[in-house]
């Protein structure tokens, strides 16, 4: 069954499939990789950012990706009000490693039971004109399905690498997750910092729930799908790293892809944490990590 | 010593006559107004809730029913679920509880087979009779006698589950010669590929791709790629409602086009999924249990719908229902009208009643074979066709998803090849 046709084929695949993944992940290489938030709810707020698209889509017909860009601020206070309680109620205590895993799983279950009270446990999805459509490229195919999420998740990618570069404010946030004693001399509030890292981080979720529910059907559980392969996008990319994240992504998305296409996709995740294993025996601190 | 073994027996003599007065009036007896309590647990979060909560709807549309008409045995009927969350390690207490604490008269399953699964040994152990709630082939190894599941699989459940999809495939001019067997990694989707190799060898296909593909798949496009590349006349897949979404959606954008493409995809008969995929649909010939056609019409189905379709709206669940919730309401149903039937709240006299009994439910005519599956196989397989656009109200009507199998309750010509229907 091997052909250059379907390795060609699978290898796009992958790379689209990895710009969402990288879409999805960068929340959590944000909060967990630069800020040490061990945030295990943040599949939950991209759920929350699916069902934001979804109830514009089918009540005002919005394009689900200008709903996921429109609800971005609304995402981000939401995130920062979040990072307050638990730098209130366990980090400024020293308590935020046990107890502060168990208040995000907790907030993940509040999440996904009240999207299930409010909106029932149907499969929900969106429409938009490039759903369902697809070009061929050279005897390459491209569903827009998940070509529009890949271009997103780069332009993602690059918007949150610029600004952790070139701003001040990204520059604290790099800041903050090495040194919170030097940046307090610095004069700047490591709190104030990471509060506002974490509403981007949460932000992220918003566009990247549009993403997830244009390309498959979203229940409130969906989240748990998400959570292994968010976190090991992040480890593998490195703590921290943005281009790292990226990069792990879109291996991973490249793995599963040519596994599905060549030998079965019934391997394609064992692969992907095979490679994610055997990257971290080599480079304890991921691709990129430092 | 004498006079205080004179008092203890005083004593138990003053203690069995007043439990024998009280006995006589009724005070240990149950009285006429207590209920007949029927427990369950139902997954009404996590993965199968999107069946769970509609199925639970239908159980409480039966009670409802049952208790206007004045109740089974004339007592009225309660009934008391719990959340499984869709997590099988949360059957036994469930149900423990519900034996031990709520005292429940009788027991209904959860929805699917893996929540039925654990329920197995303690309904044995309790030599209780069980309702199951679409559960294939739970009870194939256990062989438990007081075992009765309402979804139509038959009495071999993996094998007759897609038989009607491999009798209208062998039928069509010219024959269909290969085959792509595509499952998820998951129990049901195992269950319906096995029978579907079955199948294969039984109607001569040759098999030019099988594999399986784990749940949590995000890109199907690589799949249906792999299987486009070896061109099989007939694409069989057996999957749950999110991948076979993506299936369908993945064929599309790939071209692929075998002649026939179905089978066992769970998901396409919900409505939000119907009405999301519209147009894609056409040409599918898929298993399902109920269609809307002049074929199925069967006593109580339409009061059914009416007040289901009424409460769903408000519920945020499957609008429509179609698909489980007839099934869920048929199986208490039964379970009703063997008590009243037996006059009893007996385990095994309810149990042989079913047994020995044809039963006459809105989802049609139900008799239990020897494994508690009906005794004769009733899984449809349904064409799309002429489905336009993404309006649900298409689907309330005849003649878009078309009976072919069985010919008992066929309701229109099948469109061959797949590609024939897409036009």
């Known amino acids: 069954m091997f052909s250059w046709d379907l390795v060609a084929n699978a290898v796009v695949a992958g790379i689209l499939l990895g710009g969402f993944y990288a879409a999805v992940s960068l929340g959590v290489s944000l909060t967990f990789g630069l800020l040490d938030v061990v945030n295990i709810a943040h599949p939950a707020f991209v759920i929350l950012g699916a069902y934001a698209a979804y109830v514009m889509n089918s009540s005002f017909g919005l394009d689900p990706i200008l709903t996921g860009v429109l609800f971005t601020p609304l995402f981000y206070l939401i995130g920062a009000g979040v990072y307050r309680i638990y730098y209130g109620s366990f980090e400024r205590r020293g308590e935020e490693s046990l107890r502060g895993l168990v208040f995000f799983f907790g907030l993940l279950f509040i999440i996904e039971v009240a999207l299930s009270l409010k909106y029932g446990v149907d499969y929900r999805m969106v429409e938009a004109a490039y759903i369902g459509k697809s070009i061929d490229l050279g005897g390459v195919g491209i569903a827009f399905r998940l070509l529009v999420p890949c271009l997103v998740g780069l332009a993602m990618t690059l918007a949150l690498y610029l600004f952790l570069s070139r701003t001040f404010y990204g520059r604290a946030v790099m800041g903050v997750s090495q040194d919170q004693v030097a940046l307090r001399l610095m004069g700047a509030n490591p709190v104030r910092i990471k509060t506002i890292a974490f509403g981007l981080g949460i932000a992220a979720a918003s566009l990247s729930g549009a993403l997830l529910i244009t390309i498959s059907p979203v229940v409130p559980s969906t989240d748990r799908d998400y959570i292994g392969r968010v976190f090991a996008i992040t480890v593998l990319g490195g703590l921290g790293s943005i281009g790292g994240t990226l990069v792990a992504s879109i291996i991973l998305g490249v793995a599963e892809s040519l596994m599905a296409t060549l030998f079965g996709p019934s391997w394609s995740l064992a692969v992907s944490f095979g490679i994610l294993l055997l990257a971290l025996a080599v480079r304890p601190a991921g691709l990129f990590g430092r | ?423």
């Open chain 2, 1 to 423: 010593m004498t006079r205080a073994k004179t008092l203890l027996g005083l004593a138990l003599v003053g203690a069995v006559a007043i439990a024998l007065v009280l006995g006589g009036t009724g005070v240990f007896v149950a009285r006429a107004a207590d209920p007949i309590k029927i427990g369950l647990g139902m997954a009404l979060t996590g993965g199968l809730s999107a069946n769970g909560k509609p199925a639970l709807m239908a159980i409480q549309i039966w009670k409802d029913d049952v208790n206007k008409k004045g109740g089974l045995l004339g007592r009225p009927v309660e009934v008391i679920a719990y959340d499984d969350q869709t997590n099988a390690a949360t059957v036994p207490g469930i149900y423990t509880k519900l034996l031990e604490v709520d005292k429940v008269n009788f027991v209904v399953s959860g929805y699917g087979t893996n929540l039925i699964a654990p329920l197995m040994p303690i309904a044995m152990e309790r030599k209780l009779t069980i309702m199951g709630i679409l559960g294939l082939a739970n009870n194939e190894k256990y062989k438990y006698p007081n075992y009765f599941q309402i979804q139509p699989s038959g009495p071999d459940p993996e094998a007759n589950w897609a038989t009607g999809f491999f009798e209208i495939a062998a039928k069509q001019n010219p024959k269909p010669q290969t085959i792509a067997l595509v499952g998820a990694d998951a129990e049901y989707p195992r269950h319906a590929i096995a029978g579907a190799r079955e199948l294969v060898k039984k109607f001569g296909f040759k098999t030019v791709y099988d594999k399986s593909y784990p749940p949590s798949t995000v890109d199907y496009t690589p799949i249906a790629r792999a299987i486009k590349a070896v061109n099989p006349d007939v694409v069989f897949v057996a999957s749950y409602p999110p991948d076979s979404v993506g299936m369908v959606r993945a064929a599309a954008e790939v071209g692929l086009q075998p002649k026939i493409f179905g089978g066992g995809m769970v998901g396409l008969q919900f409505t939000t999924v119907m009405a999301s995929l519209g147009p894609m649909l056409n040409g599918i010939v898929n298993y399902d249990f109920w269609a809307p056609e002049s074929t199925m019409m069967f006593p109580g189905i339409k009061e059914f719908f009416a007040e289901y379709q009424k409460r769903a709206k408000e519920a945020g669940v499957d609008t429509l229902g179609y698909y489980l919730p007839p099934f869920a309401y048929s199986a208490v149903q039964i379970l009703g009208l063997a008590i009243e039937g037996s006059k009893s709240l007996d385990q095994q006299k309810v149990a042989d009643y079913i047994r020995a009994n044809e039963f006459s439910t809105i989802v049609g005519k139900v008799r239990f074979g020897a494994n508690g599956e009906w005794a004769k196989s009733r899984v449809l397989q349904v064409q799309y066709q002429g489905v336009k656009g993404t309006d649900v109200e298409q689907f309330r009507g005849p003649g878009k998803k078309v009976v072919l199998y069985p010919e008992e309750f066929k309701s229109g010509n099948m469109i061959y090849p797949y590609s024939a229907a897409q036009k």
